[in-house]
C-alpha cells in the first residue's frame, strides 16, 4: 500500500523558482561537512571548500554519535541524526542554539533538505513489540510543522531530494517469504513525484539498493548495492535506463554524494572495521569502466581520524 500526502497550496513552487538550477548560483562554493571518530564519539566537522582546513562543528549541549548530516541550501545549517536521540539541526558556526525534529514517537533519521523551500524531509521510525515501520515527513524550515509527505507498507529509508525540489529517491524495503526457502529483506529504489503524488520503483533488483543520491542536474542517481557481493556504488538515470558500475575492489562503498559540478563521487569506504572517506571520478564516456578510487584525507595522510557520511553541495554565499 502506497499513501502520498498533498502538500499545502502555500508551498506549490512557481515555474521561475523551479528554472534555477544548482549550476546558475553564480556567487556560491562548494561545502562540506562529514562525521569525524573523535575520542570514540563520531562528531561533525565543516569544510567551507574542499581545500579548506577542517574545523569542528560546534553541536552544543547534543552528546552522542552524529551521522548523516546534511547542508542546508544556503549552508548555514546541518541536519544530522545522533544515535538513539533523533534528529537535530544546529548552525554551521555555532550561532543558534540547536533546534530538535519533535515527533509524537519514534525517531526521526536519514535527513535531507528541499533546495528550494528549506523544508526538511526524513524518514520516521516507529517500533512496535512486533513490527517496525518508517514513514517519510517533510518538516517546514523553521521545524514548526510536521506533515507525512509518503507511507508504504514496510520501511522507507534514505531518501534524498532532487535539485529541482519535485522529486524524492527513496529505498523502500521489502520482505520476501517465498513458499519454499527461507525469508528475506531486499531494499529497492523508488522515487516520488512530488507535486503528481505518483511513487515508482526505479530498479528491480532482489539486493539491497541503499543510500541514493542526485547528481547536481537531476540526470542520475548513485547509490551503494550489494548487488555483487558487497556493497560497491552504482549510478542509474532517474529514467530507471542506462545502468552503470562505478567501483570495483575491497571494502564496502557506502553513502555516495556528489561534487557540485557531478564530475566526482565522495563516498564512505569501509575497510577491515575502519571508515574513511574515498573519490571516484564520473566518466559518462566510460559506461561500466571503473573509474580509480583515491582517498580524501582532509586533516593530513598520517592523521588517523576514522571519517563517513560527507555531504558536499554547493552553497549560497
Given at each position: ?8 497550496a502555500s508551498r506549490v513552487l512557481c515555474s521561475c523558482v523551479l528554472a534555477i538550477g544548482l549550476f546558475a548560483v553564480t556567487n556560491g562554493h562548494a561545502a562540506l561537512v562529514f562525521s ?282
Open positions: 500500500m502506497i499513501t502520498w500526502f498533498p502538500k499545502a569525524v571518530l573523535e575520542d570514540g564519539v563520531w562528531q561533525l566537522y565543516h569544510q567551507v571548500d574542499f581545500d579548506a582546513p577542517p574545523q569542528r562543528i560546534p553541536a552544543q549541549s547534543v552528546s552522542g554519535d552524529k551521522g548523516a548530516p546534511r547542508l542546508s541550501p544556503d549552508g548555514k545549517r546541518v541536519a544530522f541524526e545522533v544515535t538513539g536521540a533523533g534528529l537535530y539541526v544546529c548552525s554551521v558556526q555555532g550561532e543558534e542554539t540547536c533546534r530538535q525534529v519533535s515527533v509524537e514517537d519514534g525517531y526521526p533519521r536519514r535527513p535531507t533538505w528541499n533546495p528550494h523551500t528549506g523544508d526538511l524531509a526524513f524518514s520516521h521510525y516507529v517500533f512496535a513489540a512486533d513490527r517496525e515501520v518508517a514513514t517519510i515527513k517533510l518538516a517546514s524550515d523553521d521545524l514548526a510543522s510536521i506533515r507525512p509527505l509518503i507511507a508504504q507498507t514496510g520501511i522507507q529509508d534514505f531518501p534524498d531530494m532532487a535539485p529541482d525540489g519535485r522529486r524524492l529517491a527513496y529505498t523502500s524495503w521489502l520482505t520476501l517469504m517465498p513458499y519454499r526457502g527461507g525469508i528475506s529483506v531486499v531494499q529497492q529504489l523508488w522515487t516520488l513525484d512530488i507535486d503528481r503524488g505518483k511513487a515508482g520503483q526505479l530498479l528491480l533488483s532482489n539486493a539491497g539498493d541503499i543510500h541514493p543520491r542526485w547528481s547536481p542536474d537531476g540526470s542520475r542517481i548513485a547509490f551503494s548495492s550489494n548487488r555483487t557481493g558487497r556493497y560497491e556504488l552504482w549510478t542509474i538515470g532517474a529514467d530507471g535506463a542506462d545502468l552503470r558500475r562505478m567501483t570495483d575492489g575491497p571494502g564496502d562503498k557506502t553513502w555516495p554524494t556528489w561534487s557540485p559540478d557531478g564530475t566526482r563521487i565522495l563516498f564512505t569506504h569501509t575497510q577491515t572495521g575502519r571508515s574513511d572517506l574515498s573519490l571516484v571520478r564520473v566518466d559518462k564516456s566510460k559506461g561500466n569502466e571503473k573509474s580509480e578510487i583515491r582517498p580524501y584525507r582532509p586533516f593530513g595522510a598520517d592523521s588517523g581520524f576514522q571519517l563517513r557520511d560527507a555531504d558536499w553541495r554547493r552553497v549560497t554565499d
